[in-house]
């Protein structure tokens, strides 16, 4: 926490009206950017989907800082600083008038959020510019040659963990679980999901000079930057991405121990979520990995049929 926050001596407390107005907000742009994880909230109880909408709309927040072209690589560093102290002062009990950190500071005190681990969201993201130079610092430059970012699948882990396993670990927090023994689960399910992601999107984040492929993977199946962007080597590349597949469902194994671990009126939502993502991880699998096509995802009739899926679990 920064140094120059201090708690307040009266702390502020929203009312009602503008948490019903914050939460709204915050569902808004969940619905609108979380195309996966939106259908899963759908099945929880109200309080619970609106709490994971904050923690969504806030991880929202830092992307949209670090990923915007427009502002120099320096500046974005900065900004995200400064939203990460608005949060601390928010939740020392500071007036704020933004409604995504209402919501979530609301949500924080309700469910015990511990701050350490928003901390660790804002953080993760930010690794997202450790690589990229103040060269770079012109607004609109796009960097002509994509960057491998992590040398080995462990140090590639250790990205995963921030910007994917501690959501598991805030979600797990909301959904409500008494087995310590979730929280390695939930940290497990989160780099599933990630690589799935990295796998996916390897043509978007090339463009945009990121590679988080390990370079010792790369190395094993002889694949390089060329093969990557902008001339897409697809047989060759297509061992590399089967292999980091297959580390996914390795860990997508969690989820399956990690279901009975959290409250009964959550394990439906876990479930859906869990299901659109290895369902999206196969549909890539079938599809040959050709990830430089049309990105791949799964359709709204295949997202409806896993929820309707959720439901009945829920009632059942």
Same mark, same amino acid.
């Given at each position: 926490?920064? /140094?120059?926050?201090?708690?307040?001596?009266?702390?502020? /407390?929203?009312?009602?009206?503008?948490?019903?107005?914050?939460?709204?907000?915050?569902?808004?742009?969940?619905?609108?950017?979380?195309?996966?994880?939106?259908?899963?909230?759908?099945?929880?109880?109200?309080?619970?989907?609106?709490?994971?909408?904050?923690?969504?709309?806030?991880?929202?927040?830092?992307?949209?800082?670090?990923?915007?072209?427009?502002?120099?690589?320096?500046?974005?560093?900065?900004?995200?600083?400064?939203?990460?102290?608005?949060?601390?002062?928010?939740?020392?009990?500071?007036?704020?008038?933004?409604?995504?950190?209402?919501?979530?500071?609301?949500?924080?005190?309700?469910?015990?959020?511990?701050?350490?681990?928003?901390? &660790?969201?804002?953080?993760?993201?930010?690794?997202?510019?450790?690589?990229?130079?103040?060269?770079?610092?012109?607004?609109?430059? $796009?960097?002509? /040659?994509?960057?491998?970012?992590?040398?080995?699948?462990?140090?590639?882990? &250790?990205?995963?963990?921030?910007?994917?396993?501690?959501?598991?670990?805030?979600?797990?927090?909301?959904?409500?679980?008494?087995?310590?023994?979730?929280?390695?689960?939930?940290?497990?399910?989160?780099?599933?999901?990630?690589?799935?992601?990295?796998?996916?999107?390897?043509?978007?984040?090339?463009?945009?000079?990121?590679?988080?492929?390990?370079?010792?993977?790369?190395?094993?199946?002889?694949?390089?930057?060329?093969?990557?962007?902008?001339? /897409?080597?697809?047989?060759?590349?297509?061992?590399?991405? $089967?292999?980091?597949?297959?580390?996914?469902?390795?860990?997508?194994?969690?989820?399956?121990?990690?279901?009975?671990?959290?409250?009964?009126?959550? &394990?439906?939502?876990?479930?859906?979520?869990?299901?659109?993502?290895?369902?999206?991880?196969?549909?890539?699998?079938?599809?040959?990995?050709?990830?430089?096509?049309?990105?791949?995802?799964?359709?709204?009739?295949?997202?409806?049929?896993?929820?309707?899926?959720?439901?009945?679990?829920?009632?059942?």
């Amino acid at each position: 926490m920064s /140094a120059g926050v201090q708690p307040a001596t009266t702390r502020f /407390a929203p009312t009602p009206s503008q948490l019903v107005i914050a939460y709204s907000v915050c569902r808004s742009i969940t619905r609108a950017a979380a195309r996966n994880f939106y259908y899963a909230f759908l099945v929880l109880p109200r309080s619970k989907r609106e709490a994971l909408c904050a923690v969504y709309a806030f991880m929202r927040r830092c992307d949209d800082i670090a990923d915007d072209p427009t502002v120099p690589v320096c500046d974005r560093r900065t900004r995200l600083a400064d939203w990460l102290d608005r949060l601390h002062h928010a939740i020392e009990g500071m007036p704020s008038d933004d409604p995504v950190l209402l919501a979530l500071c609301h949500a924080q005190r309700h469910y015990r959020i511990p701050i350490d681990l928003l901390d &660790q969201l804002a953080a993760g993201t930010a690794m997202d510019l450790e690589f990229e130079g103040e060269e770079e610092d012109e607004p609109g430059f $796009a960097r002509c /040659a994509p960057v491998v970012r992590y040398r080995t699948f462990d140090d590639l882990s &250790q990205y995963c963990y921030r910007v994917a396993s501690v959501v598991g670990l805030v979600c797990i927090k909301i959904f409500g679980y008494r087995d310590p023994g979730a929280e390695v689960l939930a940290e497990r399910c989160g780099l599933a999901f990630q690589l799935t992601n990295i796998i996916r999107d390897v043509k978007e984040d090339a463009a945009m000079g990121r590679v988080y492929l390990p370079l010792a993977d790369m190395n094993q199946f002889g694949v390089t930057i060329d093969d990557i962007s902008p001339r /897409a080597n697809l047989k060759r590349l297509q061992p590399l991405l $089967a292999r980091e597949a297959e580390r996914a469902r390795e860990f997508y194994r969690s989820g399956a121990e990690l279901l009975p671990l959290v409250n009964e009126d959550s &394990q439906a939502a876990l479930w859906v979520l869990i299901t659109i993502y290895r369902r999206l991880l196969e549909k890539i699998a079938a599809q040959g990995y050709n990830v430089f096509g049309e990105k791949i995802n799964l359709t709204v009739r295949e997202k409806f049929s896993v929820l309707a899926q959720g439901f009945v679990k829920r009632l059942t």
